[in-house]
T-cell receptor
Framework: GAGVSQSPRYKVAKRGQDVALRCDPI?????LFWYQQALGQGPEFLTY????????KSGLPSDRFFAERPEGSVSTLKIQRTQQEDSAVYLC????????????FGEGSRLTVL | DAKTTQPTSMDCAEGRAANLPCNHS???????VYWYRQIHSQGPQYIIH???NNETNEMASLIITEDRKSSTLILPHATLRDTAVYYC?????????????FGTGTRLKVLA
């Protein structure tokens, strides 16, 4: 596709449910980032992949958050036993390489936990 | 990673230049300054980046002070579509990754 694609765009979950958010990066992009953006705040870094390797997961807020990119392309962010504080927009971004160049962001997946 | 400081909000008249400042006094010698903007309900969009020299592209100009402790993003002729939150980011390198640390940004409102 032409840009970074994220699905679903909107997700409503009951507290305690598991959710999975998908990111399709731009074809050929090596680097992939996940960010969490709460209402009125800037994006907060969650995790970073270079190809299939998860090189940095220091931003994941708890062990309920898990991300994978098994074939170095599509990535999934999974949140287990969702809590109300998990409500946010989850942004995925990709770039050609980690060291230089711009990040291309998707439009995000808005998660609301009731 | 270096932190950045930006004003919370700014207004600019349509057709005038918008000058958005950013302080990054703890920047390291090999760290770049990036600017992104985020229009409501969209993902952030890249604008421009630089290391030491001033940079210009079709969207904006970036002026970096000689000591690199601050920079200014200039939108030469602001339009209503430039209303957005603008983020100044110093790209850090830690443990082999290159994560971008966003702050809270400057909310720019372009007035008709």
């Amino acid at each position: 596709g032409a840009g970074v694609s994220q699905s679903p765009r909107y997700k409503v979950a009951k507290r305690g449910q598991d959710v999975a958010l998908r990111c399709d990066p731009i074809s050929g992009h090596v680097s992939l980032f996940w960010y969490q953006q709460a209402l009125g705040q800037g994006p907060e870094f969650l995790t970073y992949f270079q190809n299939e390797a998860q090189l940095d997961k220091s931003g994941l807020p708890s062990d309920r958050f898990f991300a994978e990119r098994p074939e170095g392309s599509v990535s999934t962010l999974k949140i287990q036993r969702t809590q109300q504080e998990d409500s946010a927009v989850y942004l995925c971004a990709s770039s050609l390489a980690g060291r230089t160049g711009e990040l291309f962001f998707g439009e995000g997946s808005r998660l609301t936990v009731l | 990673d270096a932190k950045t400081t930006q004003p919370t909000s700014m207004d600019c008249a349509e057709g005038r230049a918008a000058n958005l400042p950013c302080n990054h006094s703890t920047i390291s010698g090999n760290e770049y300054v990036y600017w992104y903007r985020q229009i409501h309900s969209q993902g952030p969009q890249y604008i421009i980046h630089g290391l030491k020299n001033n940079e210009t592209n079709e969207m904006a100009s970036l002026i970096i002070t000689e000591d690199r402790k601050s920079s200014t993003l200039i939108l030469p002729h602001a339009t209503l579509r430039d209303t957005a939150v603008y983020y100044c980011i110093v790209r850090g390198e830690a443990s082999g990754t290159y994560k971008y640390i966003f702050g809270t940004g400057t909310r720019l409102k372009v007035l008709a």
